[in-house]
């Protein structure tokens, strides 16, 4: 179950999410990162009220995925390609921009500062919507409507 003072509460919810207690800590720490690249990124350059909703679904639920129990098992629901596509190619792309500047900068700048490099999700990697892959892919509903 993830937990009401995480990074995603707001988003999650009560929800049960696939993973290991150790690996919610893990993934909360990257967000935490990502919050801190997003809060640097917000005092230099406004976001969009669509980037940050968009941002936000993406992510807490490219990290803590939602369960799927309709098979023997239970699996991870991934985001769907198409999700993080809006994200970068539509309600964030300049954003998207300069998030992924920002990030090289501090990935090649002293050992020191290594530690607060984020994550940018690689859309490709994620599966396609309704392509037939099981469990189906997780495409926010709030996307829809933003």
Not at 8 to 20: D, P, Q, V, W
Not at 25 to 45: D, G, P, Q, T, W
Not at 121 to 127: F, G, K, Q, S
Request: hydrophobic fraction near 30%.
């Amino acid at each position: 179950m993830y937990g009401e003072k995480g990074v995603c509460s707001t988003i999650i919810g009560k929800r049960l999410i696939y993973g290991s207690l150790s690996k919610q800590r893990s993934m909360e720490k990257l967000l935490a990162n990502f919050k801190m690249a997003k809060a640097y990124v917000l005092s230099k350059e406004d976001i969009s009220n669509k980037c940050l909703q968009t941002v936000d679904h993406v992510y807490c639920n490219h990290y803590f995925k939602r369960c799927d129990n309709a098979s023997s098992r239970i699996l991870p629901v991934p985001v769907c390609r198409e999700a993080c596509e809006v994200m970068v190619q539509q309600h964030c792309k300049e954003e998207y921009r300069r998030a992924h500047e920002i990030n090289k900068a501090v990935k090649e700048s002293e050992a020191a500062f290594n530690q607060w490099a984020f994550d940018l999700i690689n859309c490709t990697t994620l599966p396609r919507r309704n392509g037939g892959t099981i469990p189906e892919c997780y495409y926010p509903r709030e996307l829809q409507g933003i």
